[in-house]
């Protein structure tokens, strides 16, 4: 009696061998002296080129910082007498303005980059 179920075929690519053509010969690996010394030659090269800057470059953004201060905070008590006298106004706007002068330190001199 025959085997009622034969053993599954596998299925699958033929194994191929590839020829690696073009390859350039390898040339000889640089010593670790020779790597240190053109790495020594560059970094000279750079640094007779371009010489530090020392010079105190001033920026308008403090004078911009102190310039908002001011119309921010000058808005801020405008609106405190300008409006009438409540409580809601006499704890939300020292809020607002201490968020306003935190938030706008914090942006010009931390986030901003020097213009």
Same mark, same amino acid.
């Given at each position: ?7 599954? @075929? ?7 061998? %590839? @020829?690696?053509?073009? =390859? ?17 030659? /560059?970094? @000279? ?11 105190? /470059? ?22 405190? %007498?300008?409006?009438?006298?409540? @409580? ?21 001199? =931390? ?5």
């Amino acid at each position: 009696m025959p085997d009622a179920d034969p053993p599954p @075929q596998r299925y699958g690519l033929k194994a191929r061998e %590839f @020829q690696k053509e073009n =390859q350039p010969a390898t040339p000889p690996a640089p010593s670790v002296h020779e790597i240190l010394r053109a790495n020594l030659a /560059h970094g @000279q090269a750079v640094e007779d080129a371009k010489p530090m800057d020392l010079t105190d /470059h001033r920026t308008k953004r403090t004078r911009d910082y102190w310039l908002l201060m001011i119309a921010g905070n000058g808005l801020g008590g405008l609106l405190w %007498f300008l409006l009438p006298s409540s @409580q809601l106004i006499s704890i939300l706007l020292p809020g607002v303005l201490l968020v306003l002068n935190l938030g706008l330190y914090w942006i010009m001199f =931390q986030v901003m980059e020097k213009y």
